[in-house]
């Protein structure tokens, strides 16, 4: 049974940073992509950042540059590192995991996500 737990979340001001830390538990796969979709009321889920198994991350434009992954595959764990916030990245994040280590470009391609945490920039 696998589940994910997020934790960090919170309100934030614009151009303040937060961190957001993803425990992972039942998790076999070694090498497993690790992701943070992001979901905004009135839009669709959005993957915001996902490293692979070989240490490969993608970022969604919109968070280029001010927005990290880290990722230990030992632990299944990640964090996703938030600077210069902005309004627009308000929002429920959720730590998901593909059971492979590839990553999805799709959120409803991920395997298992979390219960996320809110980010408020006001």
């Known amino acids: 049974h696998v589940q994910l737990v997020e934790s960090g979340g919170g309100?934030?001001?614009p151009g303040g940073s937060l961190r957001l830390s993803?425990?992972?538990f039942g998790i076999t796969y070694r090498d497993p992509c690790m992701g943070w979709l992001r979901e905004v009321p009135g839009k669709e889920r959005e993957v915001v950042a996902s490293m692979d198994?070989?240490?490969h991350t993608i970022?969604?434009?919109a968070v280029e540059g001010r927005f990290t992954i880290t990722k230990d595959n030992a632990?299944?764990?990640s964090s996703l590192?938030?600077?210069s916030l902005k309004p627009?990245?308000?929002g429920m994040y959720f730590c998901a995991v593909r059971l492979n280590s590839g990553c999805p470009i799709f959120?409803?391609?991920f395997d298992h996500w979390g219960q996320g945490t809110q980010v408020t920039v006001s």
């Open 22 to 24: 993803c425990a992972g």
């Open 75 to 77: 632990k299944k764990t």
């Open 88 to 90: 627009g990245d308000t």
């Open 11 to 13: 309100l934030v001001q």
């Open 107 to 109: 959120p409803r391609d």
């Open 53 to 55: 198994g070989y240490g």
């Open 59 to 61: 970022y969604a434009p």
């Open 81 to 83: 590192q938030m600077n």
